[in-house]
């Protein structure tokens, strides 16, 4: 520390090589897009400089809104899913009961499992002809409450988040578990002498002392959830019509397919925007309850 | 001192970085192609066939012989994998450096090339081929009116493959001639219990590839899709409409399978390998697959049906070409006539000899060898007439976008035939 306030150059001369590297890879390539998003360029040909109609091409295009509003459905699908259930998953585990470390690891599993072929079985799972769901509810008489799970588009976006939160349950869980073996059991004793039951321990010491891996989690969920792009890709490719379209998708679609490289720059940026502002709102939400 | 310091380790840290980058912009192929030692001419080449297809080896030995009759002039080829070679064509178009001869996809993928100036037209030495490859096959590679590129194989997108065992059950000896009588035909299978059409849009580029490029020139025509983008005609024209209201209407029977949004192509021809569907309407890359597959399947092919009011000719296939070679736009002199001399010399009628001995059918008019397979005789005969554009090879890729997301929309019932064509439309005037 001494040393460092003498002259912080040694500093940034380690610094550096990682730093160009951010630069270079991070930092540059947003400028890019930047740069890219007042254009209208298809790789050809010449580019155009077309100032901000990118933007308000986005702004009116329905699909665009579309796959936002897809995207919100998997991000509430997730936080208000996902987390809840690691976390009730989380503290029944916590006790101690038999074969815990077996219901952890299975729990677990779905998230080391390729996302591509967690898509394929799920997609032939919901298949409407062939597929495990109807026929579960066929063989029990519930005929009349089969439906095209992925092939209808009321039903395509429910039917792609509970794989969504099925996948990445278990991810949570692992959070959660290591935050509550964090808490001193103390605590726990000194609560007991004072005669609060399981559940006031819970309201009172377990949630309060694990508020922080929470907020991780939230965190860590949104940006996941808005980022996702493989599991719909596989198991609908945004179909049918726009109904499972999600942001990253459309802008691949326009950048890549449709070669409209300013476009899906422009689209990216609202991407970026539009998480970081998501993000910090919902900390700013959660940290007022920190404790 | 420390300042002194400070200013180094700035220059050193600039100097690495202009290091990196100008390590990562060697490798420069310049398709500057002049003579190089003494008289020889070279010429750099760039395709696509990697793999020992029986294709690729017809086209290699080509390269071969050409190399081997003339002396004077070297063809450099180079053999990149299909997906890297489009990336790679993209990234060096984008800096104008293509090689001098260049392998080209038809009709939306060439345009962009041509738009950037990129390559050049060989209308002057057309008159080479007046024999070999019919005016109706040129037509792929055609921007503007200007040629590009020739053809050599030609792929059917839209055959209807049968069950002749289940159609005979059905009570159908042979396959019917218009739509009307199609349409019974399903509501029979239907009542039969069997799926009439296997189908998976999944992917969405069935029913745009394989559905409405057929069903589309049935009703409206050949040079439908070149009128509308020249602004002559609109999408919204009710020809068209009807032809998007075909398929409506055969989703509206329930013609396919119930989960034909979300199974894809592949899933759509074990359904009808596995004999749960009746028919199924694939391009012709299925023939093979099939073949292997289910060796003994009583399988029938056939074209889609006349349809009633139609404009185009009943007997037209969409249908796409392959294989074309482009000239650098930059060629001239020597150079330009040793390129011109190696087409002329490539696409010899040798060349689709091979080709169709390799089971392959070729966009050149030439009497097919004995010994091919009957299937595939079958599928010759039936693509002898009038070949029709395939709308993904033809339109603009964003307006391609949107037919195949609207065509799945039409069959969801979420969008009518003529918001769809209103769709189009706008999409077209956008892409100008």
Request: one cysteine or more; a negative charge.
């Amino acid at each position: 520390m001494h040393l460092l306030s003498r002259s912080k150059w040694p500093a940034f001369v380690g610094l550096a090589p990682a730093f160009l590297i951010y630069i270079l890879f991070a930092i540059v390539p947003i400028l890019i897009s930047f740069y890219y998003s007042v254009m209208r360029w298809d790789g050809f040909t010449e580019m155009e400089f077309v100032g901000l109609a990118n933007f308000q091409e986005a702004l009116t295009d329905p699909i665009f809104w579309q796959s936002l509003k897809n995207n919100l459905y998997v991000v509430g699908a997730s936080v208000f899913g996902q987390i809840p259930i690691a976390l009730f998953i989380a503290l029944l585990l916590n006790r101690k009961i038999k074969g815990g470390k077996f219901f952890r690891t299975v729990g677990f599993m779905p998230v080391v499992i390729s996302t591509v072929i967690i898509s394929l079985v799920w997609g032939m799972m919901y298949n409407s002809r062939i597929g495990l769901f109807n026929q579960l509810l066929e063989s029990i008489g519930l005929e009349s409450l089969t439906q095209n799970w992925l092939g209808d588009p009321k039903w395509s976006m429910i039917s792609v988040c509970i794989t969504i939160i099925w996948q990445f349950v278990g991810l949570y869980l692992i959070i959660f578990l290591a935050a509550l073996q964090n808490i001193p059991e103390e605590i726990y004793e000194a609560a007991r002498i004072d005669g609060a039951s399981g559940l006031k321990q819970t309201f009172y010491i377990t949630l309060p002392m694990m508020w922080d891996s929470i907020i991780v989690a939230v965190i860590l969920c949104i940006s996941g959830s808005l980022r996702t792009f493989d599991l719909i890709y596989v198991m609908t490719s945004g179909g049918p019509g726009h109904s499972t379209e999600v942001m990253a998708m459309y802008m691949f679609e326009q950048t890549f397919s449709s070669t409209r490289y300013g476009y899906g720059s422009a689209l990216s940026l609202f991407i970026f925007f539009f998480s970081l502002a998501l993000v910090y709102l919902s900390t700013r939400i959660l940290r007022r309850k920190s404790v | 001192m420390l300042k002194k310091i400070r200013s180094h380790s700035l220059f050193i840290a600039m100097l690495v970085l202009v290091l990196m980058l100008s390590a990562c912009s060697g490798d420069d192929t310049s398709s500057g192609s002049s003579g190089g030692d003494g008289d020889k001419v070279e010429l750099t080449f760039w395709n696509i066939w990697t793999e020992p297809s029986p294709q690729n080896e017809a086209s290699l030995k080509q390269i071969e012989k050409f190399n081997k009759e003339h002396p004077n002039i070297v063809i450099n080829q180079q053999s990149i994998p299909h997906d890297q070679f489009k990336v790679k064509v993209k990234t060096q178009a984008a800096g104008k450096q293509l090689p001098d001869l260049v392998q080209v996809f038809p009709g939306a993928e060439l345009k962009p090339l041509v738009d950037g100036k990129l390559v050049q037209p060989i209308d002057n030495i057309l008159s080479n081929w007046d024999d070999l490859i019919k005016e109706g096959q040129l037509g792929d590679y055609r921007v503007d009116g200007k040629q590009y590129a020739l053809p050599a194989n030609i792929t059917p997108t839209s055959l209807v493959y049968y069950d002749k065992d289940m159609l005979k059950e059905a009570g159908y000896d042979e396959f019917p001639q218009t739509y009307d009588e199609f349409k019974k035909l399903i509501k029979t299978l239907k009542s039969n219990d069997t799926i009439p059409i296997a189908l998976g849009n999944k992917a969405q580029w069935v029913l745009q590839s394989s559905y409405i490029s057929t069903i589309g020139d049935r009703m409206t025509g050949s040079e439908f899709l070149s009128e509308v983008l020249n602004g002559d005609k609109k999408f919204t024209d009710e020809k068209f409409i009807d032809a998007v209201n075909v398929i409506k209407e055969l989703s509206d029977m329930e013609a396919f399978n119930e989960d034909f949004n979300s199974i894809d192509n592949i899933q759509h021809r074990d359904l009808f390998a596995m004999g749960d569907a009746a028919m199924m309407i694939d391009g012709a890359w299925s023939l093979g697959p099939l073949l292997e597959s289910v060796p003994d399947k009583n399988i029938g092919i056939a074209l889609f049906p006349q349809i009633d009011g139609g404009e185009g000719d009943p007997s037209a296939v969409s249908a796409v070409t392959g294989t074309g070679i482009a000239l650098n736009s930059e060629l001239e002199g020597e150079d330009l006539e040793a390129a011109q001399e190696f087409l002329k010399s490539f696409y010899s009628e040798e060349y689709y000899q091979n080709l169709m001995k390799a089971d392959i059918l070729v966009a050149a008019d030439i009497e097919p060898p004995s010994d091919i397979s009957p299937l595939l005789r079958e599928v010759s005969k039936l693509t002898n007439g009038q070949i029709a554009p395939v709308y993904d090879a033809t339109l603009p890729t964003d307006v391609t976008d949107t037919i195949n997301s609207g065509l799945q929309e039409v069959t969801l019932g979420t969008m009518t035939p003529e918001e769809l064509a209103k769709q189009l439309q706008k999409a077209v005037e956008k892409s100008k």
